[in-house]
């Protein structure tokens, strides 16, 4: 079954310093892929996502992320943390295939702390 | 516009008793996503619904959960004979389309706390 694995459940990075956040799959065929962010007591937000093309996406907030086939990873980064960056990020992929019924699979989870 | 919304925020319930949560989804929306969020297991699927197509139930955990959606829009999660272990954030989500192509938009998540 696929799965998502999210290497670090707390990230702890100072201000100003570089934000990265590490997801690998495990497919042989490599799933659509997003970067979700959840602040205290609210939903999830999209930052960014990567269907086909270009491997290096951008998302909101100053994020990215890159798609390494041979690595199966995503890893999500940023150049330089701000204090609002502080919250649960969390990898998810969906299966390509039109027997997909569009239904998300979640990392853990993430929680980035920033440090002033 | 109005993003998707959930209710009640927070419900403290007795084991035992019956709890109904509500989504309503944006408008024009048609895939309609429920998610369980517990400390230490993540974001769990549950259910899924497509406009008219029968549901993707293959995430619910037990018989005592239930889901239905009427008229294509607002959408009930249902959990019966409630326990502890039903204690969780139970997130509602939906989308245009396809998620590939139509990313899904959360609600704030319905609270669930059983005594």
């Known amino acids: 079954a696929q799965s998502v694995t999210q290497l670090g459940s707390h990230v702890s990075v100072s201000e100003g310093a570089l934000v990265l956040l590490r997801c690998n799959y495990s497919?042989?065929?490599?799933?659509?892929l997003f970067w979700y962010v959840q602040y205290p007591n609210q939903g999830l937000q999209l930052l960014l996502k990567?269907?086909?093309?270009?491997?290096l996406v951008k998302g909101i907030n100053g994020f990215e992320a890159e798609f390494k086939k041979s690595e199966t990873s995503f890893h999500l980064t940023k150049p330089s943390a701000h204090m609002s960056d502080a919250a649960e990020y969390f990898c998810a992929v969906t299966p390509k295939g039109s027997g997909n019924t569009g239904k998300l699979i979640f990392g853990q989870g993430t929680t980035l702390q920033v440090k002033p | 516009g109005a993003g998707v919304s959930q209710s009640p925020s927070n419900k403290v319930t007795e084991k035992g008793k019956d709890v109904e949560l509500r989504c309503d989804p944006i408008?024009?929306?048609?895939?309609l996503y429920w998610y369980r969020q517990s400390l230490g297991q993540g974001l769990e699927f549950l259910i899924y619904f497509q406009g008219n197509s029968a549901p993707d139930k293959s995430g619910l955990p037990s018989d005592r959960f239930s889901a239905e959606r009427t008229g294509g829009s607002v959408s009930t999660l249902t959990i019966q004979r409630t326990q502890q272990e039903d204690s969780a954030v139970y997130l509602c989500a939906s989308s245009m389309a396809q998620i590939y192509n139509s990313p899904l938009h959360f609600g704030n998540g319905t609270r669930l706390t059983v005594t």
């Open positions: 990567y269907t086909t093309g270009a491997t």
């Open positions: 497919s042989s065929v490599p799933p659509y």
């Open positions: 408008s024009g929306h048609t895939a």
